[in-house]
Antibody, heavy 120, light 113 residues
Framework: QVHLVESGGGVVQPGGSLTLSCAASGFTFGRYGMHWFRQAPGKGLEWVAFIWSLGDGHFYADSVKGRFTISRDNSRNTLWLQMNSLKPEDTAVYYC?????????????WGQGILVTVSS | DVVMTQSPLSLPVTLGQPASISCRSSQSLVHSDGNTYLNWFHQRPGQSPRRLIYKVSNRDSGVPDRFSGSGSGTDFTLKISRVEAEDVGVYYCMQGTHWPPWTFGQGTKVEIK
């Protein structure tokens, strides 16, 4: 059974940093691209970042480019999102989401989400 | 970026009656591989999104057959044949053809009258 468990959220001041983790289990983690999505309070869903299965490439939403870094360790079945220079508009629930192997259909499993609040 | 536009944004429905949500994209979602990567998600209050439909019309495992997806090119529809109480929440369409970024519609809130 696939499980994605996020951790590391909390309250941080504007300009601060935070690193989210996602522990994956129940599938061959190293074969799948992985995503982070987010949802601001009362708002819709927004894609944040993607990393290829081997960690050899990534993409970012324009809203976080240059401030966020996605990374992974396939030996530990773990995904991270390092968030720097945080802004109040980064306040959201962040979701770790299973991607594709290239031949499978992505977004079939989502974590429970973790709240990040950027406030002074 | 591909803009996804859903309508309506709010949908009051009567239990047992059908419901339909429209999703339009700013450009064709037909990929060069011939597939159309249009997904539908359902999010209940306080829960994570759940994928219902992938590639326009393929239902995920465990999704009741009262849910169906259709469409092509730039126009897509999610239909619920007979709404049940558990179907309340927000429905999102999302395109996975022209990425990055992967983009969502604004969401359609379904509630029981």
């Amino acid at each position: 059974q696939v499980h994605l468990v996020e951790s590391g959220g909390g309250v941080v001041q504007p300009g601060g940093s935070l690193t989210l983790s996602c522990a994956a289990s129940g599938f061959t983690f190293g074969r799948y691209g992985m995503h982070w999505f987010r949802q601001a309070p009362g708002k819709g869903l927004e894609w944040v970042a993607f990393i290829w299965s081997l960690g050899d490439g990534h993409f970012y939403a324009d809203s976080v480019k240059g401030r966020f870094t996605i990374s992974r360790d396939n030996s530990r079945n773990t995904l991270w999102l390092q968030m720097n220079s945080l802004k109040p508009e980064d306040t959201a629930v962040y979701y770790c989401v299973k991607g594709s192997t290239g031949t499978t259909d992505p977004f079939d499993y989502w974590g429970q989400g973790i709240l990040v609040t950027v406030s002074s | 970026d591909v803009v996804m536009t859903q309508s309506p944004l709010s949908l009051p429905v009567t239990l047992g009656q059908p419901a339909s949500i429209s999703c339009r994209s700013s450009q064709s979602l037909v990929h060069s591989d011939g597939n159309t990567y249009l997904n539908w998600f359902h999010q209940r209050p306080g829960q994570s999104p759940r994928r219902l439909i992938y590639k326009v019309s393929n239902r995920d495992s465990g999704v009741p057959d009262r849910f169906s997806g259709s469409g092509s090119g730039t126009d897509f529809t999610l239909k619920i044949s007979r709404v049940e109480a558990e179907d309340v929440g927000v429905y999102y369409c999302m395109q996975g053809t022209h990425w990055p970024p992967w983009t969502f519609g604004q969401g359609t809130k379904v509630e029981i009258k």
